[in-house]
């Protein structure tokens, strides 16, 4: 995914954050650690294994992201994909 470059006012809403919840530090939970520690609010949707493919299949119907991955980012209706690129576009 290539970052966008679009101002988009970060006060304006809470970034959701949507994750699989697993035991482990997985890419997501790196997402949210980064977010926590720089003093961002958001919404942390965690998302049981279970539950996943009939989620993934809404993420792809609904466009929340084309090809059904997480960990995904929602931020004033734009949704930003893959741990790398996410950390990279909060941190500017």
Do not use: C
Request: charged content about 20%.
């Amino acid at each position: 995914m290539a970052v966008i470059k679009q101002s988009i006012n970060l006060s304006a809403t809470k970034p959701v954050v949507r994750y699989f919840n697993l035991p482990a530090i997985g890419r997501g939970e790196v997402v949210r650690l980064f977010l926590e520690e720089a003093g961002i609010e958001f919404v942390d949707d965690r998302i049981e294994l279970n539950d996943w493919p009939k989620l993934k299949q809404q993420f792809i119907e609904d466009g929340t992201n084309a090809a059904g991955h997480v960990p995904v980012v929602i931020i004033n209706g734009i949704a930003l994909t893959q741990h790398l690129p996410i950390l990279r576009y909060f941190s500017k």
